[in-house]
C-alpha cells in the first residue's frame, strides 16, 4: 500500500496533467493529452499536446512536460503522468517513451493515467525494454 507522500505526490502529477489537458490544442485529433513531469527536486511541470494543421509537426504532452522541465534547468525525471480523455488508460507514443528515457532511469515510474484516476504504472524499463538510451553512446556499439 502506498504511503500518504506517494500518495499526495500521485494526486498532485494527476491534477496537473489534467489542468494541462483542458489547455491541449487538438483540433485536427480531438484527443486532448494532457502530462505532468515531477523532477528529481520534486518539481512539476506539465504540459499538453499541441497539433498542428502541417502533420505530424505537432508536439506531444509529454514532450512538452519534458521541455519544461529542461528549460527550468532540471534534468531527471523521478515520475511522469500521462492521460487522454476516456476510460482507457494512456501510455506514451514510441517517441515520448524515447523522450522519457533521456531523462529517466530504468525504474522510472510511468503512470498511465484516464479521466477516472492515475490509472496503472510501469517502469521506464517496462515500457521501452532493451531500449537505446545515452548510456549505449558512451559504451559503443551493442
Do not use: W
Not at 489537458?21 to 493529452?33: E, I, K, M, W
Not at 496503472?120 to 515500457?127: N, Q, S
Request: a negative charge; charged letters at 20%.
Amino acid at each position: 500500500m502506498p504511503n500518504a507522500k506517494a500518495t499526495d505526490d500521485l494526486a498532485a502529477l494527476f491534477e496537473a496533467a489534467l489542468r494541462a489537458r483542458d489547455h491541449a490544442h487538438a483540433p485536427y485529433s480531438r484527443f486532448a493529452v494532457g502530462a505532468a513531469v515531477r523532477s528529481a527536486s520534486g518539481a512539476i511541470f506539465a504540459g499538453c499536446n499541441v497539433e498542428n494543421a502541417a502533420y505530424p509537426s505537432g508536439v506531444c504532452a509529454e514532450t512538452a512536460a519534458i521541455a519544461a522541465m529542461v528549460c527550468a534547468g532540471e534534468r531527471e525525471i523521478a515520475a511522469i503522468l500521462v492521460l487522454g480523455q476516456g476510460d482507457e488508460p494512456l501510455t506514451p507514443c514510441g517517441a515520448c517513451r524515447q523522450r522519457i528515457l533521456e531523462f529517466a532511469t530504468p525504474q522510472t515510474l510511468i503512470h498511465c493515467g484516464s479521466a477516472s484516476g492515475p490509472g496503472v504504472a510501469r517502469t521506464m524499463d517496462e515500457l521501452l525494454p532493451h531500449a537505446f538510451g545515452p548510456d549505449r553512446l558512451s559504451k559503443g556499439a551493442p
